[in-house]
């Protein structure tokens, strides 16, 4: 089963979006936790009405700010209690096929990472690398204890995701796959 960490701040058609992209999935071993950087009622009562228990909603009552990292970093150590974690954003949409893909590689591999159609390239293709400025939160899924042995450090920066891409990289006995699809298309 996998996590997705959701952090939103005032999206309401992207919350639209992303969260029909997990309803779709073909395969339903995920779960979801929306961190919210600010109380939005509009995701609050999208998550009510949708009524999935595997959809969670948490909120900050004032902005933390720094693009939803410490809000991540709170999700991934009190929150994720599956094998595997994907730490995302709500302007964020998975094709059907995405946590099937993943899931069918976490038996054999610690880290799995894919390309994504991302909007700061024009949207044009993301062929991810597993190093600072060649990867985006969202293109990758992490074995959860392993997310958690690196934590999210380095929360005000903008290369936050590639830095703690960069952290599992270092561990030697990590498995690591790239999944050769385009999974993602980020907003």
């Given at each position: 089963m996998i996590t997705?960490?959701?952090a939103a701040y005032n999206e309401k058609k992207e919350a639209n979006v992303f969260l029909n992209s997990l309803l779709l999935q073909d395969n339903p071993n995920w779960k979801c936790v929306v961190y919210a950087d600010v109380?939005?009622?509009y995701?609050?009562?999208l998550i009510l009405d949708i009524n999935d228990n595997r959809i969670i909603y948490y909120q900050n009552d004032l902005?933390?700010?720094?693009w939803g990292h410490k809000n991540r970093q709170f999700a991934l150590q009190n929150l994720v209690d599956t094998d595997f974690v994907l730490q995302s954003s709500?302007?964020?949409?998975y094709l059907p096929i995405t946590v099937s893909s993943i899931l069918?590689?976490?038996?054999t591999h610690d880290f799995i990472y894919f390309d994504c159609i991302h909007n700061g390239f024009g949207y044009n293709v993301l062929?991810?690398?597993p190093k600072v400025c060649h990867i985006d939160w969202g293109c990758f899924a992490v074995r959860t204890d392993i997310a958690k042995k690196i934590d999210i450090t380095n929360t005000e920066s903008r290369v936050t995701d590639g830095i703690f891409v960069e952290n599992c990289m270092k561990i030697s006995s990590i498995k690591v796959l790239k999944i050769n699809k385009i999974l993602l298309i980020h907003n």
């Amino acid at each position: 089963m996998i996590t997705f960490i959701t952090a939103a701040y005032n999206e309401k058609k992207e919350a639209n979006v992303f969260l029909n992209s997990l309803l779709l999935q073909d395969n339903p071993n995920w779960k979801c936790v929306v961190y919210a950087d600010v109380p939005n009622e509009y995701i609050k009562n999208l998550i009510l009405d949708i009524n999935d228990n595997r959809i969670i909603y948490y909120q900050n009552d004032l902005k933390t700010g720094f693009w939803g990292h410490k809000n991540r970093q709170f999700a991934l150590q009190n929150l994720v209690d599956t094998d595997f974690v994907l730490q995302s954003s709500i302007q964020d949409y998975y094709l059907p096929i995405t946590v099937s893909s993943i899931l069918q590689h976490s038996k054999t591999h610690d880290f799995i990472y894919f390309d994504c159609i991302h909007n700061g390239f024009g949207y044009n293709v993301l062929s991810t690398s597993p190093k600072v400025c060649h990867i985006d939160w969202g293109c990758f899924a992490v074995r959860t204890d392993i997310a958690k042995k690196i934590d999210i450090t380095n929360t005000e920066s903008r290369v936050t995701d590639g830095i703690f891409v960069e952290n599992c990289m270092k561990i030697s006995s990590i498995k690591v796959l790239k999944i050769n699809k385009i999974l993602l298309i980020h907003n």
